[in-house]
């Protein structure tokens, strides 16, 4: 794969470098420097779309923000052309920020909406303003760069966007394949599930929408400079569609977007004396292509070559001998006080109220169990706990931190890991991916080190990789490190979801439901996984409606019931409890083949 | 005042057009959590349509111009039979092509084959019609009625109370009707009412057709206010959009109530600036979103972990 991707790099430059000695036609070289600008636009914008699913379409509003930052400020300020092309990427950026703002509160549909606002903002801001923008006729003399005295022709053009695209593709290519990658693709699964490991999913989004924004700034800026002219019709909602075309049409992988930007910018040429085929075209390949390719050309291509050098699929080979995994060693703030410490937590959805006024301590390095009948609040309890939601009324000190107000990835590193009852894997990586995705916020390599790939980076994604394995080691899933999370059997899949919380480093470990759907023989297995994760120092709080497991492995017992804490103690004295029995039997005379058994045995007859 | 008044009036007429297609994005998001995205093409294609349906029954070709003369009542009416049956079976072609493929799976497809959908019948029309505005003649005439010093626009009154009226027709078929009940049902939750013996199929393309209806409705009505121009449907989809957003998204009467508002507050910010209309619009979408995301009358969905 290393091999391949230096030989398509190195072949790469050498067209880019040799092509403009090879034709001097003015078209064929405006052609080149075109797929070079809608390259760079799309390199970026793939992260976005195609790694963190968020899809604007309001995308040239910031090619407009670039254009214009370089137009103004060369012909207005008379800044450098090469500074002024710089800024440009900078205030793109800043604007790509500013898009962001809505995905804390919305996404899906209404988010799309709100970027193709932002479009039709700027495009209004530039056609209407025309002191200062020029609108429709313009601003004229943009000022090109230039080495030593002489402006740019078409062929320094090509040279210097070639050189650009080359340099966004290795950044972009690398930031991928880190750990920022990683959190794209976590946030476009399951955004619950990344808060959960310590991801920020706002902080990924705006991540994602900076680095769309700032090479379509770029993009902007090459083509105010090299026409040395902008106007408001360059700024079209056609153009935005074109943008997310290119990435959807050319797929996800590094391949995907130039794939995308030659073909869709070849198409472009050839089109461009029937406006009405065009756009049909593009209208037909939105529609169409999506049904035909689901990853795109490069998705579809990438399938067809595995199938038929079935090497290219074969995954790196990972060490085999990696070591036993251990917890990070944190600071202990309080060690006389319980770890975790609720006070009166309530919350009520309307009339419904799931947890009403509960009391809870938890002591480190014990196991406790939340037990009680369906619909007590148990999961709604932990989704307290964890920051899911947010209490009506109450407080939770962990660790002698108060947890009030916390996004649930502040939570998390904190050192407050949780499972799901409904399983929240990112399907689409691999095992190995899963884990790593939880080691996230313990990865501190900047992002200058990311973007350059430096020793730094390459040495901590290597350590993280390796400790993602003691961790499959830990949980018995190391041969499977290389599949996809999706394609484990159900059993496998709720111990992924365990070793990727343990890969948080949690003190506290929140486990919803970690035997259901289990076999015998796995519900097993679990009993021992629980004991020996304890073993490594990690307290438990664990919902189960196995009793047998429950009774076996507990340390302590809390039982609830319709919101309410009504026991708590040694699984002995639980069982029984006079308000446990009837809380799980009803009144008097209920069924008692209807018991859970570990209830039935010490309650019911003894 | 009198000016302010006008500008009221004018804002709730333009409110009604945006109530109407905010609706049909209700209606579809209820029962599919899909819309149409491309929907201002279909304002474009329901006014076309009329239009042509006008000048064929004045005898006339499908590109002559539009005389005040050819525009009654009755055969107004006629073509707005005939723009709503257009838009109607172009809502179940996309649905087909567009919807059913690529609703429920993941990273927005629909968004983007809707879009598709859009740009086809947008340059469809643009090969039919070409790219100038067509003017178009109001049926009642353009005899500005004068009341209490004011002056409306009769096509302005005809767009308030036909977006009215339909709107509260549509409301009650919603709360009262077997067919209204079996779609707040499908909303809900499609999988009981499947077990109920509702055909949800049925259900969902009878909402994309009632959803293209209104945005052909819509069509015809607003084009003798802003003249019938191929480029009209995307801004005017945006508002309505946002006016569904403001409103509330999964409520029908708050995607009517925010379609008002939105009128009225393009109206009152023309009075003072006319350019920054749009930048007011979105604005306001920006501040809603971040007070209030669910919309003015929507319900907060909560996610099951």
């Known amino acids: 794969m290393k091999r391949l991707h230096l030989a398509g790099v190195v072949a790469a430059a050498a067209f880019v470098i040799l092509a403009p000695f090879i034709t001097g036609n003015g078209f064929h070289l405006k052609v080149l420097f075109m797929i070079g600008v809608n390259y760079l636009a799309a390199v970026g914008l793939n992260v976005l779309v195609n790694h963190t699913g968020q899809k ?49 509160r919305v996404a899906g549909p209404a988010l799309a909406m709100v970027t193709i606002g932002f479009g039709i903002v700027i495009e209004k801001i530039v056609s209407e303003w025309q002191d200062v923008f020029g609108g429709q006729a313009g601003i004229y003399g943009v000022v090109s760069p230039s080495v030593g005295g002489t402006d740019f022709g078409p062929r320094e053009w090509v040279w210097f966007t070639g050189a650009l695209c080359l340099v966004a593709h290795l950044a972009v290519r690398s930031l991928l394949r880190g750990k920022h990658g990683r959190a794209f693709r976590a946030v476009s699964h399951a955004e619950i599930a990344a808060e959960s490991v310590g991801v920020s999913v706002y902080r990924v989004k705006v991540l994602a929408f900076v680095v769309s924004a700032i090479t379509c700034g770029f993009a902007g800026a090459l083509v105010a400079q090299q026409n040395q002219y902008i106007n408001s019709d360059f700024i079209t909602f056609g153009l935005s569609i074109f943008f997310l075309l290119i990435v959807l049409f050319g797929g996800s992988s590094p391949a995907g977007p130039l794939l995308g930007a030659i073909l869709l910018t070849l198409l472009d040429a050839f089109l461009a004396r029937w406006p009405h085929i065009q756009h049909f075209t593009y209208g037909l390949l939105l529609l169409f292509a999506l049904y035909l390719m689901r990853d795109g050309l490069s998705g579809a291509i990438g399938a067809l070559a595995r199938k038929v050098v079935p090497s290219l699929g074969v995954p790196p080979a990972l060490p085999t001998a990696v070591g036993d995994w251990q917890l990070r060693a944190g600071e202990v703030a309080s060690p006389d006080r319980p770890l975790l410490e609720a006070r009166g937590l309530r919350k009520a959805y309307g009339g419904v109220v799931p947890v009403n006024r509960v009391d809870l301590d938890l002591r480190t390095g014990h196991i406790h169990s939340l037990i009680g009948p369906n ?232 | ?172 078929v919603m709360r009262r009707t077997r067919l209204g009940k079996a779609m707040r049902a499908v909303a809900e939750n499609r999988n009981a009412a499947t077990l109920m013996g509702i055909d949800v199929s049925a259900v969902v393309v009878g909402a994309f057709v009632l959803s293209s209806a209104f945005a052909g409705l819509a069509g015809l009505l607003v084009a003798p206010i802003t003249t019938a121009s191929v480029y009209m449907g995307l801004t005017l989809a945006l508002k309505a959009f946002s006016a569904a957003i403001v409103g509330g998204l999964d409520n029908p009467r708050g995607c009517m109530l925010g379609g008002f508002l939105m009128g009225l507050l393009e109206a009152l910010v023309g009075l003072w600036h006319a350019e920054l209309r749009e930048i007011a619009i979105f604005l306001l979408i920006i501040v809603v979103l971040a007070v209030k995301p669910e919309g003015l009358l929507g319900r907060r969905r909560v996610e099951k972990v």
């Not at chain 1, 254009?67 to 500074?83: M, N």
């Not at chain 1, 990427?89 to 804390?104: I, K």
């Not at chain 2, 005939?82 to 109607?88: E, F, I, K, W, Y």
């Open chain 1, 56 to 104: 604007s379409l309001g995308h040239a509003g910031l090619f407009a923000v670039g254009a214009y930052t370089a137009a103004l400020l060369t012909t207005r300020f008379e800044w450098s052309p090469w500074l002024a092309f710089a800024a440009s990427g900078v205030t793109a950026g800043v604007f790509g920020a500013l898009v962001a703002l809505p995905a804390l």
């Open chain 1, 375 to 606: 619909g007590a609040g148990k999961t709604t309890l932990i989704n307290l706990l964890s920051g899911i939601v947010a209490p009506d009324e109450g407080s939770v000190v962990f660790n002698g931190r108060p947890l009030a107000g916390l996004a649930p990835n502040r939570v998390c590193r904190l050192g407050l890991g949780r499972t799901f009852q409904n399983l929240k894997l990112f399907v689409d990586m691999t095992v190995l991916e899963n884990v790593e995705v939880g080691l996230h916020a313990h990865l501190d390599a900047g992002m200058w080190h990311t973007l350059w790939a430096t020793r730094t980076a390459v040495r901590e994604e290597h350590e993280a990789r390796d400790e993602a394995l003691r961790i499959l080691d830990f949980l018995d899933l190391r041969d499977k490190a290389n599949e996809r999370a999706g394609s484990l059997p159900y059993g496998l899949q709720r111990r992924l979801e365990i070793a990727r919380a343990l890969a948080t480093h949690p003190r506290l470990l929140l486990l919803d439901e970690p035997a259901a759907g289990l076999n015998p023989q796995e519900t097993g297995d679990l009993i021992d996984v629980i004991g020996r994760i304890r073993d490594r120092g990690i307290t438990i709080l664990l919902i189960e409606h196995h009793m047998d497991l429950v009774m076996k492995i507990s340390d302590h017992v809390i039982v609830l019931d319709r919101g309410e804490k009504i026991a708590e103690g040694p699984p002995s004295e639980v069982q029984r409890n006079p308000r446990v029995i009837r809380a799980y039997l009803g009144d008097d005379d209920a069924a008692e083949d209807d018991l859970p058994p570990g209830i039935a045995t010490a309650g019911g007859h003894g």
């Open chain 2, 1 to 172: 005042m009198v000016v302010l008044l006008q500008a009221l009036f004018s804002g709730l007429a333009l409110g009604g057009i945006y109530s109407l297609v905010a609706v049909g994005f209700n209606i579809t998001h209820g029962t599919t959590r899909t819309f149409n995205f491309g929907q201002g093409e279909f304002l474009v294609a329901g006014a076309f349509v009329s239009v042509s349906v006008l000048l064929l029954l004045a005898g006339k070709g499908i590109n002559a111009p539009l005389d005040a003369i050819d525009v009654t009542p009755t055969v107004y009416a006629v073509s707005l039979v005939g723009g709503t049956l257009v838009t109607a079976v172009l809502g179940v072609m996309l649905y087909f092509t567009a919807v059913r493929p690529f609703a429920g799976r993941p990273g927005l497809a629909w968004v983007m084959s809707t879009i598709g959908f859009g740009i086809l019948v947008q340059n469809t029309a643009l090969a039919i019609w070409g790219p100038s505005p067509v003017p178009m003649p109001s049926p009642l005439g353009n005899d500005v009625i004068r009341l209490a010093g004011a002056g409306f626009v009769p096509q302005e009154i005809l767009v308030l109370v036909v977006s009215v009226a339909v709107l509260i027709a549509l409301d009650v």
